[in-house]
């Protein structure tokens, strides 16, 4: 007979967005002439940018005559994009070189896939809360006991809460391999360059890594804050990044992304010598993965265009602004709220000791406008419930309103 991974049994079954799902429907069904507002999962909303969409249809053309017809790419990426990506990075003061990056289908598949790579013995850092897929496909890998109580056995966690300021503090125990995000899902918090410092000292004093997911380092607002990990001296060492044209350029549902695998990366092989980390990641990728698609590639090219980079600027300003109003209308309401400004994401405290799933089915109900609800992201999202910024300015305006009339 043959058996399952048993990994998988660990996991902890009602994921938040089935459940969300799951309530709306039900709201939606016994309430048909209620418009509801979705401002839960994060997923963009305005349209791709004009030179994007004309990028993938002058490639599609090229794809469709024999002389410019294109078969299997590069594992890793086109050069073309490759070096488009590196002169980003060195344009944002990162030190990145156009081999050191590897263009994907997504930081979702890049950030779970990257722990194959890491030996079953690492002990594994997530911040609470967190986004879900670094603990999961841990679990499945079986880096983790059983879960208990909403976490799970063996993992580390570091809370990110309003006492903290939602910056992490060093574990207290030795971790091997530490995932941060910044700008932070679901939090909206961003971390300092202060902070971003004492980890890559913390990792370089313990030989662990840090597995950087930058999917929002676009949204970043205020002058002089930190986009890439690799801005910070001595992260070339101890960091991997991530990021992802999701967000940034509307591309959900276009799917490209990049990972940035420094050739200083090294850890120990189970003889304890030093082995290089981009070798592995590139056997790993050019075995279970055979590049994305030649038109998106083009996609992704013309977003570090002139045109494309205005257009990009022009949505996100879009998005921001929509934070600024959620932010600030919730504030002025007498609600206590975080992130927004770096983050397309407000963090907000429940109101009266609500909570998070309580004030879910209250702004259900008597508002008709979805969040999500900051228990589904760990513990420590308790009495927290997340909004995203992600919406029609006209929605967004109507949400801030009704919601402000119940709390
Ligand atoms: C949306 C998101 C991503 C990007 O996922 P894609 O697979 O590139 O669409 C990565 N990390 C976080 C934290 C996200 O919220």
Redesign the pocket.
Known sequence: MAKINSNYQKLQAGYLFPEIGRRVRAFAAANPEAKIIRLGI?DVVLPLPEPIVQAIKDASDEMGARESFRGYGPEQGYDFLLSAIADHYKSQGAAVEADEVFVSD????D?ANIQEIFGLDNVIAVTDPV?P?YVDTNVMAGRTGEAKDGRYGKLVYLPTTAENGFEPALPTVKADIVYL?SPN?PTGALMSRASLEKWVKYAKENEAILLY?A??EAFIQEPGQVHSIFEIPGAREVAIE?R?L??TAGF?GV?C?YTVVPKDLKARNDQGELVGVHGLWLRRQTTKFNGVSYPIQKAAEAVFSPAGKKAVADNIAYYMENARIIREGLAAAGLTVYGGVNAPYIWLKTPAGLGSWDLFDKLLNEAHVVGTPGAGFGTCGEGYFRLSAFGIRENVVEAVARITKIL
């Open positions: 994060g997504g930081s979702k598949c950030t986004y897929v995000c899902n997911d999917a929002y991530f992802s999701s967000k959900t799917r992304a």
